[in-house]
């Protein structure tokens, strides 16, 4: 079974940090690209960020620019990302993602999704 598990949300104060994990199995982990979307209550589905395991190609959105960090260590087939200066605007279910291609998960269109983990923020 394909499986993206992430972890890592919870309640923080504005300013304060955070750091989701996922972790994923039951597919070749080195030759996807794995990203985060997120989504706000009203609001629609937006990328967030996004790595390639073969060759370390990152994307960010301008909204989390200079904020948050994706990173991937590829032992354990897991994905971060390293969220600080937390905005409440940052409020948002997170979803770990993973595709063949890159621009799959940068353009939305996604092989594979996960459950999401709930970030809050509060002012």
């Known amino acids: 079974d394909v499986q993206l598990q992430a972890s890592g949300g919870g309640l923080v104060q504005a300013g304060g940090s955070l750091r989701l994990s996922c972790a994923a199995s039951?597919?070749?982990?080195?030759?996807?690209?794995i990203g985060w979307f997120r989504q706000a209550p009203g609001k629609g589905r937006e990328v967030v960020s996004c790595i390639s395991s073969s060759d370390g190609t990152t994307y960010y959105a301008d909204s989390v620019k200079g904020r948050f960090t994706i990173s991937i260590d590829n032992a354990k087939s897991t994905v971060y990302l390293q969220m600080i200066s937390l905005k409440p605007e940052d409020t948002a279910v997170y979803y770990c993602?993973?595709?063949?291609?890159?621009?799959?998960?940068?353009?939305?269109?996604?092989?594979?999704w996960g459950q999401g983990t709930q970030v809050t923020v509060s002012s």
């Open positions: 993602a993973a595709d063949r291609f890159f621009l799959g998960v940068v353009d939305g269109y996604p092989d594979y």
């Open positions: 039951g597919f070749a982990f080195d030759h996807y690209a």
